[in-house]
């Protein structure tokens, strides 16, 4: 493969196994692995049945399974494109971010809707995405981060939070499970 080729396959134990490298299959499996409802061994079932093709000849388990997640997850983090140090911190929520998520890359490829493409490699949709360097989703993210660690926040910024809370808090699954059952019953209850 040369450099300027997107892998469409991986290796797994010297054989070679087709992945699904559309950006809309990988999303399946960041929102998988965003949902604090799964455990472990069900976040790396979901990535590999979403990404191979073939995920029935993987080996199933050993040091061969062990390959096979890491190179799942390689690509699932963009391959080898540098990468600062990873924070703890969350900023994204690949479901909930959606709505701003698409515009930017959209916006960035100079396309209408990336949504209306017939496939977009993952590495392509990725690089895209880092390129935003304006907009609502950045700034969400920023403050998502800025808050997160704690640092001072602007007054418009400060504002901008109390204005759209719900923009910008993540939640789990099961934290916003909790909120609509609440929700629905204070409704059940005041007869609306």
Known sequence: MSIAE????LTV???RFDIRSDFRDILVICQALDDDDLSDKEKAVVTLRCLFYDWKRLPRKGEGLEEALKKAYWFVGGGD?????????????????GHMIYPAVSKTLGVIDVRG???LHWFTFL??????????????????????????????????????????????????????????????????
């Open 81 to 97: 494109i540098p990468k600062s140090k990873r924070s703890e911190v969350r900023v994204i929520d690949w479901k909930k971010d």
């Open 127 to 192: 690089g895209a995405f880092g390129e935003n360097e304006d907009g609502l989703l950045s700034f969400v993210l920023s403050l998502r981060g800025k808050k997160a660690r704690h640092k001072k926040l602007t007054k418009a910024e400060e504002e901008f939070l109390r204005n759209n809370k719900e923009l910008i808090v993540i939640r789990s699954e099961k934290e916003q499970r909790e909120i609509d059952e609440t929700n629905d019953f204070l409704k059940e209850l005041l007869g609306e």
């Open 6 to 9: 997107l892998p469409t396959s």
């Open 13 to 15: 134990c010297g054989e």
């Open 117 to 119: 493409l017939d496939y």
